[in-house]
């Protein structure tokens, strides 16, 4: 037996009555002998939520707890939130207004989980697991098509009319309508209207209010949404939890550990730390805006196994939703227990038991930005045991912001057979979020503020950026009886810096996408006219520009044509793809762009490379001018 399955099953043999004690209000743990009856639970985390069993002629309110069978139909009201939990551990969460019904449930062969889930309208967050030695077979069909996963982590949003957007925030979905699929892969998302194949999918945009939490050592942590009471972390003996929409958190083989919240309300969040062992923890915080970071907060302490730690993440956006500032307060020893709503199954026990990683671990490199920092503490502290030191991280403004925001305010899983669906033959305009402009910096407590971003267009996704994760085995831990309560350490005060505010720039020219230029080029296919001026796709993109950025080499036509990776990285070749679009701009007698060549050359001159932070603020104020689509007088 592995130091992992020693701990683990400890943590199996003491989490029953460390539920009976009441440390996890509301978790229930359920047999998965049967795939079928009584394996498929419903919680119910705000009314109003109604079920109407297979072959009912009405709904009616449902019951926290009761389980779920094929043909189930279930919908929650303007307030109603409700978690489906399968035998495997696999969750899905609805948002309010939502209809689904579970219209097929079972196991694939290798024992996995297999069902078919229609959803007619609303908003699901799909966390579909698949455990190492399984096989998952995990279908979503809406009116205007069906997607199918094996290991994903994807929202689904059906408006009224039937217009599906899949998103996927970790692993592929396979989108499938009249008889043409789509892979979409993390970070991008796909519309389909009814009738149609489904949409090219796109790049998401960095959110405009995102903060990656990220803890090392000696305990797992859990974050809770003090608003709606979804939870998204690890809960001891190490069960993923995902039920916070587009969160994103590694599972228990994976050290240190990263929860990724995005497109957050204003509000507070509650993050726990659950000691798993006694020794050091380290925890740091990271708020960013648009993919440039606005606040940061690190904390190191030392914790006793059982005890529970708790730190409170405050929120601020502005009127448009971008994140003004996001605190994170001293974690403190608490007697109190997380409130979580939790289903943890016996199939789930038994794969962790067993040291199985839940997910794939290399679906989550790629994902968390590599620019979060952990400030390291002596393996020997001085701090006495129970006590937390803060510890704050110093941040360095990128490079093209400093160059160009000062002096003007210019700068403005194998292919699934595709169910019957029956499309809605009215459709409407797809599902478009849009980007406002970004937010002015206030920083609190630990965090060290940074400019703010400058403003960002209608939707032309791109994404975060994505760093390597390197997988560690997770340590030897032993579980104890719950937590004894313990004094509150008094945390030392840390002053809070006054910042400068800095002028938030808005596009004001004109400006035509990279997809327009690509599509009006010498090699686009079809009829359409070449319009390029002053370049041509055959030459050398570094040679152009006067920077040295890919090896090999690339030329324009492969710039403006290969914009990201499968990832939906935001990377050189993002960058490179925009760069592109507004050197032509510029170029162009008929756009009045709002960048100068003296401005580009600037951007282009403060990037550097080997810099994710320098990549995604050059991004970012490039693709704000490119992206003022209804502005391109060639369009």
């Given at each position: ?24 209000a ?45 043909g ?18 696999s ?22 989980l297999?069902a078919r889930?229609?959803q ?18 995990y279908?979503l ?6 997607g ?9 949003e ?7 957007e ?6 592929v979905v396979r ?32 959110s ?7 803890l ?25 939890v995902s ?61 006793e ?20 500032s ?24 038994e ?8 997910l794939p671990?290399e ?29 704050p ?72 950026p994505t760093?390597?994760?390197?997988p ?36 004001t020219?004109?400006?035509?996408t ?17 319009e390029w001026?002053g ?27 290969t ?10 070749g ?5 760069v ?6 510029i ?15 600037a951007?282009?001159?403060g ?10 603020a050059?991004f970012?104020l ?14």
């Open positions: 037996m592995t130091g992992v399955q020693r701990w683990v099953a400890v943590a199996i043999g003491v989490i029953a009555v460390v539920a009976g004690l009441g440390v996890f509301r978790l229930v743990i359920f047999p998965s002998s049967d795939v079928q009856a009584g394996s498929t639970i419903l919680t119910v985390i705000s009314q109003e939520v109604s079920v109407q069993p297979a072959g009912a002629d009405e709904p009616r309110l449902a019951d926290d707890g009761e389980g779920l069978e094929e189930d139909r279930v919908t929650t009201g303007a307030d109603g939130r409700a978690v489906i939990t399968f035998f495997d551990g969750t899905q969460e609805l948002e309010p207004n939502t209809d689904i019904t579970l219209e097929e449930l079972g196991s694939t062969d290798s024992g996995g297999f889930i229609g007619s309208v609303g908003v699901t967050w799909n966390n579909v697991l698949n455990p190492t030695g399984t096989e998952t077979d279908q069909e809406t009116p205007a098509s069906v199918a996963v094996r290991d994903t982590l994807f929202r689904v059906v408006n009224k009319e039937g217009v599906t899949f998103w996927s925030r970790l692993g989108v499938t309508a009249e008889e043409v699929t789509e892979d979409v892969d993390a970070g991008t998302a796909s519309t389909t209207t009814p009738g149609d194949p489904p949409g090219e999918p796109e790049v998401v945009p960095p405009r209010a995102e903060v990656t939490l990220t090392g050592s000696a305990a797992w942590m859990l974050v809770i949404d003090n608003q709606t009471g979804l939870a998204a972390g690890i809960l001891p003996p190490g069960l993923v039920q916070i929409p587009l969160a994103v958190a590694t599972d228990y083989t994976i050290e240190p550990q990263f929860i990724s919240l995005r497109d957050l309300s204003e509000g507070t969040y509650s993050v726990w730390l659950q000691a798993k062992e006694d020794g050091d923890y380290h925890l740091a915080m990271e708020g960013a805006a648009l993919g440039v970071k606005v606040s940061e907060a690190s904390y190191a302490g030392t914790v196994t059982g005890q529970f730690w708790k730190s409170e993440l405050g929120i601020e956006l502005d009127p448009e939703g971008n994140l003004v996001a605190t994170l307060t001293e974690p403190e020893l608490t007697d109190e227990t997380p409130p979580v709503h939790v289903v943890v199954t016996t199939t789930v026990e794969f962790i038991a067993l040291a199985q990683a839940l671990p679906l989550f490199v790629g994902l968390f930005p590599d620019f979060v920092t952990i400030t390291p503490t002596p393996a020997s502290t001085s701090s006495p045991t129970g006590t937390a030191t803060s510890t991280i110093t941040l360095a403004t990128p490079a093209a912001l400093g160059a160009v925001l000062t002096p003007t305010p210019t700068i403005t899983p194998t292919p699934i057979p595709t169910p019957s669906v029956t499309p809605d033959p009215t459709p409407t305009t797809a599902l478009t979020p849009s980007v406002t402009p970004t937010p002015t910096v206030t920083p609190a407590s630990t965090v060290v503020a940074t400019p703010a971003p400058t403003s960002a267009p209608t939707l032309t996704p791109t994404s975060t760093p390597t994760l390197s560690t085995p997770t340590p030897t831990v032993v579980v104890t009886a719950p937590p004894t309560a313990a004094p509150t350490p008094t945390p030392t005060p840390t002053p809070t810096p006054t910042p400068t505010p800095t002028p938030t720039p808005t596009p020219g004109e400006g035509c990279p997809g327009f230029w690509r599509n009006h080029s010498s090699f686009a296919p079809g009829n359409q006219d070449d001026v370049l041509t796709a055959p030459q050398d993109f570094d040679t152009v520009f006067g920077v040295d950025w890919f090896n090999p080499n690339r030329d324009l036509e492969a710039a403006i044509t914009p990201g990776d499968a990832q939906g990285v935001v990377h050189l993002t960058l490179g793809f925009h592109v679009a507004a050197q032509l701009s170029n162009s007698p008929d756009v009045n762009f709002g960048l100068t060549q003296t401005q580009l050359d951007i282009i001159a990037v550097d490379p080997a810099s994710d932070s320098s990549v995604l050059a970012t490039i693709s704000a001018e490119n992206e003022e689509e209804e502005s391109c007088p060639n369009s």
